[in-house]
């Protein structure tokens, strides 16, 4: 069965600092993956989302980036986190019959 | 605006009773999926509903969709206390870019 993993959990990190959030996937091959953050109380909004290795569509222009290096890895990254950047991250991946299923997420928090 | 959006955004009921929950979007759609998040976690897949489709069922669940009038409905029936938490719709647009678009999400309470 397939399982989707993301790490870490939870993130303090003060403002200006890099961040690198890593999300894989197992039992599946070629999926399309996804980064969402929702803020507090709110629904999900689309970061970026990849149909194949290095291949990335970015949704909202901000300091964040996203890259797959491989097949089933999925990397959320930023060079300088700004406070704004606070949020609970969530990635996704769909399977052959459009459903769409989600990792535990990493809850980050910027000082 | 954005692209459909949940509502009630908050229902309280109690344990017993049947939840509903809708759910509009403005432009045709591929498919429509329901999720339930419970507090600091992930979403939960439950149900997907395609756009030929007008009912699915799973368990308590029971989705419907009229695609006429750009609505879905989730209801749970014979609800539990377990089932407190928040309910997202997301729609996948028919022009097909792999995109799902999320509203805001009804958040649900099931008093004991």
């Known amino acids: 069965s397939q399982t989707i993993h993301q790490w870490p959990a939870t993130l303090v990190q003060p403002v200006g600092s890099p961040l690198s959030l890593e999300c894989t996937v197992e039992?599946?091959?070629?999926?399309?993956l996804y980064w969402y953050r929702q803020a507090a109380g709110r629904g999900l909004q689309l970061l970026f989302y990849?149909?194949?290795?290095?291949?990335i569509s970015s949704e909202v222009p901000q300091n964040l980036s996203a890259s797959r290096p491989q097949d089933r890895q999925f990397i959320l990254s930023s060079k300088k986190l700004l406070l704004s950047d606070s949020g609970f991250y969530l990635c996704?991946?769909?399977?052959?019959?459009?459903?769409?299923?989600f990792g535990p997420g990493t809850r980050l928090t910027v000082l | 605006s954005q692209q459909g959006e949940e509502d009630p955004q908050a229902l309280s009921i109690q344990e017993g009773e049947n939840a509903t929950m809708n759910c509009s979007y403005k432009?045709?759609?591929?498919?429509l999926q329901w999720y339930r998040q419970n507090s600091g976690r992930g979403l939960v897949h439950l149900i997907l509903?395609?756009?030929?489709?007008r009912e699915k069922h799973s368990g308590r669940l029971r989705v419907t969709l009229d695609t006429s009038k750009k609505s879905s409905s989730l209801l749970i029936t014979a609800s539990r206390a377990a089932d407190t938490a928040s309910y997202f719709c997301?729609?996948?647009?028919?022009?097909?870019?792999?995109?799902?678009?999320f509203g805001t999400g009804t958040r649900l309470k099931v008093l004991a």
């Open positions: 996704a991946w769909t399977s052959d019959h459009n459903e769409q299923f």
């Open positions: 039992g599946t091959s070629n999926p399309n």
């Open positions: 990849s149909v194949g290795i290095g291949q």
């Open positions: 432009t045709s759609i591929n498919n």
């Open positions: 509903i395609r756009s030929n489709e």
């Open positions: 997301a729609k996948e647009p028919l022009s097909g870019t792999y995109k799902y678009i």
